[in-house]
């Protein structure tokens, strides 16, 4: 298996302009999970989906900021319109239980730099 | 807020040594945790987990320490290795629901 994929590995974007991370999880997994790394808070939760279904979107910082899973095999993240303080490292992880019995798969991230 | 702590950021030890890095967490519920491990532009990898129910999990040269009545939990690593040099992340969910992660410790081992 190919593992989470996500894409792109890295944006640079100006502010003002939309963003759209995408994620591809692993095969047979029902539950997709974004989340977000800084310095200051570690990895944050930003939403995650059970069966194509947003379960828990409480960590979408504002309205900026969107997600959707159209199909099992497919996810967006969307931020419009994207901020200087949106500068991350975005993660997309997959696991195929609970979210808390059984460990999660990470992609590689897309580093994004809003200037 | 953040529920889970790592407040070391970085840590060095030499090769053949103990690394033991520390997690702090302040919600009660909290009844399982993981600890990841973190290479350069990779994902975190799940490395280790503990239940509640246990005071340590042992998988090779990684084992887990949970203290529940300090809300505190540790991983060693031992002997640690040159190739154990990433970030770990611990993290940590309360009944089913989501994951809380750490900042993240850096670990650097020496040869």
């Known amino acids: 298996d190919a593992g989470v994929i996500q894409s792109p590995r890295h944006e640079v974007t100006e502010m003002g302009q939309e963003v759209t991370l995408r994620c591809k999880p692993i095969?047979?997994?029902?539950?997709l999970f974004w989340y977000r790394q800084t310095m200051m808070r570690g990895l944050e939760l930003l939403i995650y989906f059970n069966n194509n279904v947003p379960i828990d979107d409480s960590g979408m910082p504002e309205d900026r900021f969107s997600a959707k899973m159209p199909n099992a095999s497919f996810s967006t993240l969307k931020i419009q319109p994207s901020e200087p303080r949106d500068s991350a490292v975005y993660f997309c992880?997959?696991?195929?239980?609970?979210?808390?019995?059984?460990?999660?798969?990470f992609g590689p991230g897309t580093r994004l730099t809003v200037l | 807020d953040q529920q889970v702590k790592q407040n070391s950021p970085s840590l060095s030890v030499q090769e053949g040594r103990i690394s033991i890095l520390n997690c702090d967490y302040t919600n009660s519920m909290f009844d399982y945790f993981l600890w990841y491990k973190k290479y350069p532009a990779e994902g975190p990898t799940f490395l280790i987990s503990?239940?509640?129910?246990?005071d340590k999990n042992e998988d090779g040269r990684f084992t887990v320490f949970l203290n529940k009545s300090a809300k505190h939990l540790s991983l060693h690593i031992v002997p640690s290795q040159p190739g154990d040099s990433a970030v770990y992340f611990c993290?940590?969910?309360?009944?089913?629901?989501?994951?809380?992660f750490g900042t993240g410790t850096s670990l650097t081992v020496i040869p």
């Open positions: 993290a940590a969910s309360a009944l089913g629901n989501q994951f809380y």
């Open positions: 992880a997959s696991s195929n239980r609970a979210a808390t019995s059984d460990t999660q798969y």
């Open positions: 095969s047979g997994h029902d539950y």
């Open positions: 503990i239940s509640s129910i246990k």
